[in-house]
């Protein structure tokens, strides 16, 4: 029994650990970050697989948390899809380092390992493992010159930045 609640509670928290050698940034400011980000690039999962006009809006809850909207174009099924998920700081509120839920007690870590600290304009965030990857910009579009200097951040850590996808989003797409 003391084994099945140890191999649970690993379950529950294991996906809300850093991967080796990322450090979130450091003088997070929670309120400046809020709002609407365009997913620019993302490594390949199947919650995202053939989405376009990809975006994830923050914004505060009640209780003090995070909500967070993600929503998307399902272009093969020709419609909009959405998922709603809560999310808290791990460590410190002045640490880009947060777990997100979508699915009740299931927590993934939201680890931001860059961003545009003067003007909250762009970021990189990854997940537990090096497996999760987004480049996110508070446009559609981002300068070539910023997303390849993101993406030459996340090949020295050790992304796989030859599999990015990068996400459509002209013209827009479809009303909700």
């Known amino acids: 029994m003391k084994r099945t609640i140890i191999a649970l509670l690993f379950l529950l928290t294991g996906c809300v650990r850093l991967p080796e050698g990322v450090q979130p940034v450091d003088n ?12 620019i690039a993302r490594l390949d999962h199947s919650f995202e697989r053939g989405m376009t006009h990809v975006t994830a809006e923050y914004t505060l809850r009640g209780d003090g948390g995070i909500r967070v909207l993600n929503r998307g174009y399902a272009e093969q099924e020709q419609r909009w899809r959405e ?4 999310a808290s700081f791990v460590d410190r509120p002045d640490q880009g380092y947060l777990k ?12 931001i390992l860059a ?16 497996s ?3 480049i996110l910009a508070r446009t559609p579009v981002l300068d070539p010159v910023i997303r390849d200097a993101l993406i030459a951040k996340a090949a020295a850590l050790g992304f796989a930045t030859d599999q990015l996808i990068f996400v459509y989003h002209h013209p827009p797409a479809p009303s909700l």
């Open 100 to 111: 997100v839920s979508f699915f009740g007690p299931f927590y993934g870590a939201y680890v």
């Open 115 to 130: 961003l545009d600290q003067d003007q909250y304009r762009h970021a990189l965030v990854c997940g537990p493992d090096r």
């Open 83 to 86: 998922a709603e998920g809560k």
């Open 28 to 39: 997070f400011q929670l309120a400046r970050y809020l709002g609407t980000w365009y997913e």
């Open 132 to 134: 999760y990857l987004w």
